[in-house]
């Protein structure tokens, strides 16, 4: 059962232990500030090297407690190694916020396969490997939590180049309904955050000149989004205040999916 708890609107996670994957930049960096403002310890995970400098710069600034672990979701024992060492440092884990994203662009009747099963070996079955071993601790734990993965408005709409990434994307919406209806008499909400094109590396690496300003034309906003615009609809799904709300894939997107 997911527990009722009185919405106070605060969005608060004091105390809570909060694990971003994909977490030494763009959203996932904006994503672990909002948590650190609102109280949780913080670790950052990702396949970068620069994790701990990450959490320091985030613990200077903020005044939590951080610390970076480097995590591939690709292999078991990177992802074993994450939750082993989350427990070591901070006993427990409460949520988790995957988001790490792999992207290359190519038609589809020219792309690699090897490069289909790259975006689905990262964005789907490796945000499953990290989510199946989460999950498990919580579950371990007996006090719920809150899972949110970032997938991508290409959930909704097809999208010129994105095969691979589509799929990937398409396959984690599922694995987030399914693990929703699973994990929820255990108390965890798991849900997506659907962004339309942010200002990041990865947004700047896929939308470049012409495509970049066609598609901005056709977001209603007539802008893509910023880090924090993200990082906030995590928030929302990370804390009580949406306790009746899992299986969801939230989409913030300046209009873009409207049509
Ligand atoms: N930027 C956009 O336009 C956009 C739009 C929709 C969805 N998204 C999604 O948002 C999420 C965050 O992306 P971002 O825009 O902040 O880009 P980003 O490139 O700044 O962040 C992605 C992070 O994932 C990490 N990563 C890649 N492979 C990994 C692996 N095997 N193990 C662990 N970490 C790994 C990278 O090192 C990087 O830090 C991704 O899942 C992406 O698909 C981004």
Redesign the pocket.
């Known amino acids: 059962m997911i527990n009722y708890q009185k919405v106070t609107g605060t969005f608060d996670m004091t105390g809570k232990v909060a694990i971003v ?10 994503t672990a500030r909002m948590y650190a403002a609102k109280g949780a310890k913080i670790v950052i ?4 090297d620069n994790c701990p400098e990450v959490a320091e710069a985030i613990a200077k600034d903020t005044g939590c407690e951080a610390i970076g672990i480097q ?5 078991d024992e ?1 992802v074993e190694n994450l939750v082993k060492k989350t427990v070591e440092t901070f006993g427990e884990i409460n949520v988790l916020a ?6 290359d662009l190519y038609r589809a009747n020219e792309i690699d396969i090897a490069i289909v099963e790259k975006h689905i ?3 789907a079955i ?2 499953f490997r ?1 989510c199946k071993a989460v999950a498990n601790q919580m579950i371990a734990q007996g006090k719920g939590g809150k899972i949110v ?6 959930d909704f709409i097809a999208i010129n180049k994105h095969v691979g ?1 589509t799929m ?2 398409a396959a984690l919406v599922g694995m987030i309904k399914v693990c929703a209806l699973e994990w929820a008499e255990y108390g965890i909400n798991v849900n997506g ?15 470049q000149g012409k495509v970049k300003t066609d598609m901005i034309e056709k977001i209603p906003a007539h802008r ?2 910023e ?1 924090d615009e ?1 990082a906030a609809a995590v928030l929302f799904l990370s804390t009580a205040e949406s306790n009746m709300i899992t299986g969801e894939d939230l989409v913030v997107d300046g209009g873009f999916t409207i049509y």
Do not use: L, R
């Not at 994957?21 to 904006?30: D, F, M, N, P, R």
């Not at 995970?45 to 970068?48: F, I, T």
């Not at 995590?71 to 292999?75: F, G, I, K, N």
């Not at 993965?149 to 290409?154: K, P």
């Open positions: 994957v994909g977490g030494a930049g763009g959203i996932g960096e904006a995970a990702d396949c970068k995590c591939d979701v690709t292999s990177s995957a988001m790490p994203g792999f992207v070996n990262i964005n490796g945000v990290v993965c970032v997938t991508s408005q290409a990434y990937s994307k955050v659907a962004p339309t094109v942010v200002n990041t590396y990865m947004g700047e690496k896929a939308w893509f989004a880090t993200i």
